[in-house]
């Protein structure tokens, strides 16, 4: 499958799933998280940098990139990512489709969550990316107080020599051009 080819496909999946979520609501009503950061305006229409499936909780992730961090990603410099990079991730339930069971597909949202890589405004928690979840359909803010973060970090902490980024972005083969 060409680049552009597995490209679109990536995208056309994750415009309906993202629709879904998304459609008629406003991102901009979306509460900041509670240690200040905002809802990512316009994430929906971010490209797509990989997938995972989570096996333990049965939930597939499409992973988003801003301009920033889609360059970033198509040139191999992740390690460390740069200033101004978002990294999103989308995650739904995952279930067997009804006509093909062997194939499994986005069923219930469950949450977007983000790191915003600053490495000055965010140097003081040792990792340089800020973090912030938004839980369900309705987007709740997700955390107790302004140490939200604490918790991603915790979790992140098996790559913090990645940058923190668990995320492997997806090769794409190029089509050489006959000259």
Same mark, same amino acid.
């Given at each position: ?6 490209? @679109? ?7 309906? *799933? ?17 240690? /200040? =950061? ?8 971010w490209?797509v =940098?990989?997938?995972?499936?989570r096996?333990?909780? $049965? ?13 970033? @990603? ?14 999103g991730?989308?995650?739904? #339930?995952?279930?067997? #489709?009804?006509?093909?069971? @062997? ?12 790191i915003?890589?600053?490495? &000055? #405004?965010? *140097? /003081? ?5 800020? %973090? @912030?979840?938004? $839980? /369900?359909?309705?987007? $709740?803010?997700?955390? $107790? ?5 604490? &918790? +991603?970090?915790? +979790?992140?902490?098996?790559?913090? /020599?990645?940058? %923190? ?14 000259h």
């Amino acid at each position: 499958m060409n680049r552009s080819l597995l490209g @679109a496909s990536l995208g056309l999946l994750l415009h309906g *799933a993202v629709t879904s979520v998304t459609a008629g609501d406003s991102q901009t009503n979306v509460p900041p998280s509670p240690n /200040g =950061i905002e809802f990512p305006a316009g994430y929906a229409d971010w490209r797509v =940098i990989s997938i995972s499936d989570r096996t333990d909780n $049965k939930t597939m992730r499409v992973i988003l990139g801003n301009e920033v961090a889609i360059e970033a @990603a198509r040139s191999g410099r992740i390690n460390p990512w740069p200033d101004g990079s978002i990294l999103g991730k989308v995650v739904w #339930k995952q279930a067997p #489709k009804t006509k093909w069971p @062997a194939a499994l597909a986005p069923d219930a949202f469950v949450h977007a969550e983000f790191i915003f890589k600053d490495s &000055e #405004k965010w *140097a /003081g928690n040792g990792t340089g990316w800020g %973090w @912030a979840r938004w $839980k /369900g359909v309705d987007q $709740k803010p997700y955390g $107790k107080d302004e140490h939200v973060a604490q &918790e +991603c970090i915790t +979790c992140h902490t098996p790559v913090q /020599g990645r940058d %923190w980024v668990f995320t492997t972005p997806a090769l794409f083969p190029t089509v050489m051009s006959a000259h």
